[in-house]
C-alpha cells in the first residue's frame, strides 16, 4: 500500500483521488511519518439496500391471505 506525506497529498488531492479511484489502490496519508488516514475507493455493487435480496429469495405460498382465519385468529384469545 503507497504511503504519501499530508504536505503531498494537500497539494495534490484531486489527482491522488482520481488515482485511487481508478487503480481501485488505497493510499495511507501520513503526518510527520505516522498513518493518520488510508483513501480508499468506493465499492458499490451488492451491498446496496435496495435490490440486495433480488434472485436471493423465492416466495413460496400464498402472501396475500392472512395466515390464521377471522374463526382460527379469535381463538387464539
Known sequence: MRTIAAGEFKARCLAIMEEVRAR???IV???RGQPMVKLVPV?????EIFGFYRGRLKITGDVVSP???AEEWGSLW
Do not use: M, N
Open 67 to 69: 395466515a390464521l382465519s
Open 29 to 31: 496519508i501520513t503526518k
Open 43 to 47: 465499492t458499490r455493487g451488492r451491498d
Open 24 to 26: 481501485r489502490e488505497p
